[in-house]
């Protein structure tokens, strides 16, 4: 591992109302022990976020409050106003678990043709317990095709990789991750998968994932279709599950 006192990673936290679980966020970068430097891009949240936001202010790079071009654009944001090697982002409800971000590190810098990382990731509830691992296996685009099998919160990737494909499409407001994956399998070559426990992702209702279904699925069709010139047989069949599911949940909040 590299030691010095100059940034290793340059990390983008995006946020919009997540006063409830950014505290946590924050602090499981910082816990890391490692020299970083965090960029938090709020977009004008109206809870108690300017409050966790004054208290780490002095741990930032820099931070900004302000309505901004949706998530994408301000990842975007966060990781080109960074100088560091490395870059990733962690949205303000998921968590780096300890130790995990040494890992991803350590794993690409001893595997200098890998233009990315990532490792397996627990999921977490809106209390913070473990429920279930989130399903990740070694890169295999037969299967990636078919599923995102790499969880964004355990990723970490070379900057010169991320600029090759000029970071995130803006154009996405749901499968921004994996379309990135194939971009940077594309033009870099396989990521690197690595067997350990990395970060954890929250699931909970207000979670942009949970309460856009219908439009994350549709998104990742689009996402595979223009990467790989078809839709897999798989999508065709599971997205009527996916819209009777949300229907059940809409039931379910009235």
């Excluded at 006063?19 to 004008?44: C, H, N, R, T, Y």
């Excluded at 990532?118 to 990740?136: A, E, H, L, M, Q």
């Excluded at 990789?161 to 991750?177: C, H, K, P, Y």
Aim: charged letters at 20%; aromatic letters at 10%.
């Amino acid at each position: 591992m590299l030691s010095h006192n100059k940034p290793l990673v340059t990390i983008a936290v995006p946020s919009l109302n997540q006063g409830a679980f950014l505290d946590a966020a924050l602090q499981s970068i910082f816990d890391q022990g490692m020299p970083v430097e965090v960029v938090l891009l709020d977009a004008g949240s109206v809870d108690n976020s300017a409050e966790i936001i004054k208290k780490w202010s002095s741990e930032l790079l820099w931070w900004r409050s302000e309505p901004d071009k949706g998530q994408a654009a301000a990842i975007n944001e966060g990781i080109e106003s960074g100088t560091a090697p490395f870059v990733c982002w962690l949205n303000s409800d998921d968590i780096f678990l300890p130790g995990g971000l040494k890992i991803l590190l350590s794993e690409l810098e001893s595997s200098p043709a890998s233009p990315a990382a990532y490792g397996k990731c627990w999921t977490i509830n809106s209390s913070g317990r473990k429920t279930v691992p989130y399903p990740t296996l070694p890169f295999w685009p037969k299967i990636l095709k078919n599923y995102c099998f790499i969880a964004q919160p355990a990723t970490l990737i070379r900057r010169r990789a991320w600029e090759s494909v000029n970071g995130l499409d803006e154009s996405l407001q749901m499968a921004l991750d994996y379309d990135l994956w194939w971009r940077l399998y594309g033009l870099n070559g396989q990521l690197k998968y690595i067997n350990k426990f990395i970060a954890a992702t929250r699931r909970h209702f207000a979670a942009k994932t949970s309460q856009r279904r219908e439009e994350h699925y549709k998104e990742a069709m689009e996402t595979v279709l223009r990467h790989t010139g078809k839709i897999p047989v798989k999508w065709h069949l599971a997205r009527p599950l996916m819209v009777t599911a949300r229907s059940c949940l809409q039931r379910l909040k009235k």
